[in-house]
Structure formats: structure tokens, C-alpha cells
Nanobody, 124 residues
Framework: QVLLVESGGGLVQAGGSLRLSCAAS????????SGWFRQAPGKEREFVAA????????YYADSVKGRFTISRDNAKNTVYLQMNSLKPEDTAVYYC?????????????????WGQGTQVTVSS
């Protein structure tokens, strides 16, 4: 069982930045690919970004490409999501998750473990 705890959310003005962190409870976390999803009010949860186990491969949703950066520090069992040039439409609850296979990280079904989420609110 891998427990994931997100932090770093908050209220920011449009154009600002936030860095989300996702701390895992197990060293086995380094054997999992990781991803970030988000869910806005009244909408389905959507994919944001994913990173391979070692951190050498990443990919992003088109809506955040060029603005968000996913990274990880396996020595700290932590995954990050650096969010720059934030827009009001980025407002959502952000979730991190762990997946056994990197090639399945584009879909929620590919993940075994989920955090509880952290709220990000971007004001205009």
C-alpha cells in the first residue's frame, strides 16, 4: 500500500505560480510511474501530466504544455508539479497518483494509488 499526500495548493492570481508536492509513504514509490490529474467543479477528472519511474520521460495534457512541469525526487519519495502562468481555468482539485506502468498513465484506470487532492484556485 502506497499512501500519497499532496500539498502546496492555494489561492493565486492569474499569471502566478504554484508548486504542488506529492509525498509517498513507501520507498517502493520509485518503482511506480506517477501522474497528476485535476477535477474542476461540475467536470470529470482529467489528466494533467505524468512521469516515468526514473524521471527521464514526461508528457503533458495540451492545456498545460509549456506552463506546467512534472518532476520527481525518488530519494525523497516525492513528485512535484510546477505550475506557471496560471489561468482561472486551472482552478481545480489536483490529485497525484501512482501507476505500475508508465504506458498506462494517460488513463485513470492505469493507477493503483491516489492522494486525497489539494485545491488550487486561480483568481482573475
Amino acid at each position: 500500500q502506497v499512501l500519497l499526500v499532496e500539498s502546496g495548493g492555494g489561492l493565486v492570481q492569474a499569471g502566478g505560480s504554484l508548486r504542488l508536492s506529492c509525498a509517498a509513504s513507501e520507498r517502493l514509490f520509485s518503482t511506480y510511474a506517477s501522474g497528476w490529474f485535476r477535477q474542476a467543479p461540475g467536470k470529470e477528472r482529467e489528466f494533467v501530466a505524468a512521469i516515468s519511474r526514473g524521471g527521464s520521460s514526461t508528457y503533458y495534457a495540451d492545456s498545460v504544455k509549456g506552463r506546467f512541469t512534472i518532476s520527481r525526487d525518488n530519494a525523497k519519495n516525492t513528485v512535484y508539479l510546477q505550475m506557471n502562468s496560471l489561468k482561472p481555468e486551472d482552478t481545480a482539485v489536483y490529485y497525484c497518483a501512482a501507476a505500475p506502468r508508465y504506458d498506462s498513465t494517460w488513463s485513470e484506470r492505469g493507477y493503483d494509488y491516489w492522494g486525497q487532492g489539494t485545491q488550487v484556485t486561480v483568481s482573475s
